[in-house]
């Protein structure tokens, strides 16, 4: 008889249930984790709300956790020992921490402190900070830079910290929940506009000037990531972080970009990285107390109440930053 497992299953467009379906087998290569954690990330919304990535709905069961923390339980020829508890960061492609079991390469499994004095659930939140520091690692030299990051999401918090941690002299954040704003100058934000983005841009020149020297999209959508042409100055730098909203064309100012000379990238593969060297970096600075994530984790939800979990985070009330849900 085969056994099974709970997951959240996507049935359609904001439409997310806890399904039961069989318990997965590990491949070669492959250890199989029961999972304690998973949080959901901006992406997951655009993928589960959307549709990014999605030819077709009822999406697969777990999909598209990738944000979450576990124990092996069965190693299956992999370098890690069961009992081992993980951070576990799989590919956005394979993604599906949204369940009680998940089987994945150890390539995306990082074991976690042995006797931490961290909560669990700020450990997890290595996995979002990783892909931070990740990206971060392409950016020029920041002393005495101003930096803007639109979006004050869990993923705009770590932008803030991170920009300072490197050494930028200014931290300009853009949000329009007032909540999210004051939590950003905890983390580093050193001016906040409470404003819509697109009426973002005129207090950002009073500030600085010119614009900009490097601007960050931590929100991603069409809109966002076409206004962050307008608030760099001339020869600065784009971080286009956000996760698209859909795969549909997102027009921009090719004219204003090359006018500008505006370098822009867009990190994708903080998962493929050499030992996972930039989620291991997040681990060791939450371990140590370098970034405190209290204000970061505001709601947990037990799976049984995931509708509840994605309710909150697509609506973005009450306080809430990150939303966890617990197996």
């Known amino acids: 008889m085969t056994e099974t497992m709970l997951a959240i299953q996507a ?3 904001e439409d997310v ?3 039961e379906t069989p318990i997965p087998t590990p491949t070669d290569g492959q250890a199989l984790v029961k999972m304690e954690l998973a949080s959901i990330c ?10 990014w990535l999605v030819d077709e709905y009822p999406l697969r069961p777990g999909y598209p956790g990738h944000e979450g923390i576990g124990t092996v339980v069965d190693a299956n020829g992999t370098d890690l020992q069961t009992g081992d508890r993980v951070l576990v960061t799989p590919a956005i492609w394979d993604s599906l921490c949204f369940a009680e079991y998940q089987a994945l390469g150890g390539n995306f499994l990082t074991v976690l402190p042995g006797a931490s004095g961290q909560k669990p659930e700020h450990l997890l939140m290595a996995q979002q900070l990783g892909t931070v520091i990740f ?4 950016l020029p030299n920041l002393l005495n830079q101003t930096c803007v990051v639109m979006g004050q999401g869990s993923a705009g918090l770590f932008w803030n910290f991170v920009l300072k941690h490197l050494g930028a002299e200014r931290v ?6 007032a909540h999210r704003l004051d939590v950003g100058s905890r983390f580093g934000s050193d001016h906040q506009i409470n ?3 697109s009426t973002a ?10 614009g900009a020297d490097v601007v960050v999209e931590a929100v991603g959508t069409k809109e966002t990531h076409a206004h962050a042409l307008e608030l760099v100055r001339p020869d600065g730098q784009v971080v286009w972080f956000g996760v698209p ?5 997102i027009p921009f100012n090719f004219d204003l970009f090359f006018r500008k000379r505006i370098s822009a990238y867009s990190p994708l593969g903080a998962q493929d990285e050499l030992e996972l060297s930039s989620f291991r970096q997040a681990l060791k600075w939450i371990e140590d107390g370098v970034i405190d994530m209290s204000e970061v984790v505001t709601h947990s939800f037990p799976l049984a109440r995931a509708d509840e979990a994605f309710a909150t985070a697509r609506q973005r009330q009450g306080g809430a930053v990150k939303i966890v849900i617990t197996m």
């Open 11 to 13: 049935m359609a467009r």
């Open 195 to 197: 404003d819509t983005f």
């Open 172 to 177: 300009i954040a853009i949000e329009p929940i």
């Open 201 to 210: 841009t005129r207090r950002v020149v009073e500030l600085t000037g010119a």
């Open 42 to 51: 901006g992406s997951d919304l655009h993928i589960v709300d959307y549709g």
């Open 17 to 19: 249930r806890v399904i």
């Open 245 to 249: 909203q859909s795969a549909e064309t």
């Open 135 to 138: 990206a971060a690692k392409r």
